[in-house]
């Protein structure tokens, strides 16, 4: 009997608008197409008979979409590291202006309570909070879309992502405008909350109020943000810091001599206004072009559709935020917290901490710039109940905001000095400022695995259409470990017990995500993901104890700094591949072939 080709399986389709092939009709010249019939049945037309796909198998086409998406996500990965590492480029040197412009006194303590606000700010409205609502929810109209144009019922004028931008952008525009202007009335109740023991209430007062206006502008750009991303345009969001330091810092130097520290406030308040702008022409062409086909249905039927979308988006909208806007307040209690003791130690030690955070947490940004990209991914295929791709993304993301955020940790414990001499050490800011802060960011870098993994982890908790309570909960009880442990601490070690208090906490709060994420959303395999974590935990603290003795060999400082650093890869990489760390193999895989490609 003839053996039948896989080819045979499927009918030759009709030509492009030809007649389909008659049933009784078959190619002469393919007889091994031709299936012989089961006794007693009859043959079945050619054209019917195309077999279902077999189950967890992917359809025909399926591989060549994986590898454009794979591709798209490349090059939004690289587009979002650019102007992410830019971004941060720029903080640092922000950071390096306050340093030199204002040292770290009292002064900047009042102006880094008032930092507070806009801090604050980007984590719930850019970050966190409004992210983690608004991409879920932009990747589900997107989803309807896709499936009204397939169906086509776009013509009756019911477009789901203008429906959803009308009920909530004017809403949420007017709702932060109320809060901005009521934050900068109540200033001076806010700062003695904050920070009761400031010995520079006023100058805090001044600044907070100048701060108040981001409460505004961050939460349009993170809409913008929000909305671009679930449409797969990267390059706007990912240039929101770029912009913003860009502005606080030219304010700074434009007028220190003038206003002092609260040339820094200003700064930050025309960085906020800069967010918005860089973002805005990017999203009005994307909303204009992907609903011209929507713009053609009649115009009663779309008001009609968005009015009932308006009366029920209110519910709907308490009902999915109140749980991300809990954990998004709840993780940023942390630092409200620790200003809050600090306020009460020697003058210097909230910036001496400020400084600390804002080198060590660079590998955390980092870590998460891949999960950034990917979140829309994981969204819409939580969306289209696809939790297998959902689950692969998920495990892969976790190794890679892993490695990343652990080599890079292990750099940051093994030079700190180093790397604060370099960054801050000129002006106002002095060698004991140095040692100060150096000490508090090796502490502070423990807990940057934690961090991480609660960016990554808690993506898809909140991808699906009724984000649950279980994050909130689980940061409610990092923050409780971080509160109990931290008064005793900080009474004992000061800033660096404050340190150790919240790196405690956002591991604690890490390992119950991790838990929970694969016993309630996506069923990730949580011991191998642990497993490999471990791995490169082990790989990172050889590395950085390697990368410690070699940098104290050398008295200059860029010099430690960069022998360190090659230290600390080299180990790395060597103890990860020894321990079998995952992601390794296929990095080092992905570099032999581009060597190999390039040749």
Known sequence: MTRLRPAALRPVPPPAGGPPTPPDRRPESAPDRQLEPAPGRQPEPAPDRRPEPAPGRPPDGAGEESTRLGRSLARAAAVTAGLTAAGSLFGLLRDQAIAQLFGADAGTDAFLVAWTVPELAATLLIEDAMALVLVPAFSLALSRRAAARAGGTEADGTDPVRALMAATLPRLALLLACAAGLLALSAPYVVRVLAPGLPDAGTAVDCLRLTALTVLTFGLAGYFSAALRAHRHFVAPAAIYLAYNTGIIAVMFAGHDLWGVRAAALGVAVGGVLMVLVQLPAFVTRLRARTEGFLRARAGRAARAVREHARTGTLVGVGVLAPVATFAVSRQ?????????????????????????????????????????????????????????????????????????????????ACAPQIVGLLFERGAFEAPDTAATAAVMRVYSCGLLGHSMVGALVRPFFSGRRPPWYPAAAMGAGLAVTVGAGVPAAGGWGVGGIAAANALGITTTAALLLHGLGARVVAIDVPQVASGLLRLLVAAGVAAVAGWAAAGLFPVPLAGAVVGGVVVLVTFLAVGLLVGAPELPHLFATVKRRIQHAR
């Open 333 to 413: 209690a942390q630092v409200f917290f620790e200003r809050f003791v600090a306020s009460s130690l020697p003058a210097g030690a909230i910036s001496h901490l400020n400084y600390a955070q804002k080198v060590a947490q660079l590998p955390m940004v980092l870590s998460l710039m891949v999960c950034t990209v990917t979140f829309p991914v994981v969204a819409r295929a939580m969306a289209d109940g696809d939790a297998a791709a959902a689950r692969r993304r998920v495990e892969r993301d976790l190794a890679l905001a892993g490695l990343v955020v652990l080599l890079g940790a292990a750099y940051v414990v």
